[in-house]
């Protein structure tokens, strides 16, 4: 019975896939399609956006843009790799940074974490990640901010009902630290041709938070 319950649950979330391809071309395409035979022939984005992998983030949505206007990495916790001249390695993220970046001229980066972060919770679920190597080892990027934050909850400077708002923003900076390491960046945005920004989405409240690098806190953007 149940996997009869899952087999229609999946046919019907296929459906619905189905369906929005459909819309898609009727809504969207059609009544804008000279909009799309121009855009398959370029891209020009504006803006680097980092962010989570998390299916409640939806990037275009709340920046309300077009495609083309974004050129988009996700992964788990909005992560960024440390800075390497070289490297033997696949690298997915820093691949992305640095064509966003050097070849596609991208005037903004925005590094955007948000509320109720499975990545971020993570980082205190050693038992849970037992069987998610990769995940465990990517989250690493993250350890300085739980060093931080459990240093925090030790001398009661924030309580264990705040630690998850407080790790999901700490990460945003620490990964925003990281970026700025990357040595193509650091230039430009010493002479003025790009913008760094930390974003906080609050999913619940639908709030973008930006981090304000004089104050040291994250302001809500109105």
Request: hydrophobic share 35%; proline share 3%; with cysteine.
């Amino acid at each position: 019975m149940e996997l009869h319950d899952k087999e229609r649950k999946d046919s019907l979330y296929y459906k619905r896939l189905y369906e929005g391809i459909k819309k898609f071309q009727t809504n969207e395409f059609i009544p804008r399609q000279q909009f799309f035979e121009d855009l398959g022939h370029k891209q020009n984005p504006h803006t680097l956006f980092i962010g989570c992998s998390d299916s409640r983030v939806v990037p275009s949505l709340i920046t309300q843009t077009f495609p083309g206007e974004l050129f988009v990495v996700r992964n788990i916790a909005n992560l960024i790799p440390f800075y390497k001249k070289h490297s033997d390695t696949y690298l997915a993220t820093t691949a992305a940074i640095e064509y966003a970046v050097n070849q596609m001229n991208v005037s903004n980066i925005i590094v955007c974490g948000h509320s109720n972060c499975g990545g971020c919770a993570a980082l205190y679920q050693d038992k849970e990640l037992k069987n998610l190597p990769h995940t465990r080892k990517w989250m690493e990027l993250a350890h300085p901010v739980k060093k931080i934050v459990e240093e925090k909850i030790a001398k009661n400077k924030i309580t264990l009902e705040q630690r998850s708002l407080i790790t999901e923003q700490l990460n945003i900076v620490e990964q925003m630290g990281h970026l700025l390491k990357y040595s193509y960046i650091k230039k430009r945005v010493k002479d003025g041709n790009i913008n760094v920004m930390g974003w906080y989405y609050n999913i619940e409240k639908g709030e973008i938070y930006n981090y304000d690098e004089k104050l040291k806190r994250f302001i809500r953007l109105e």
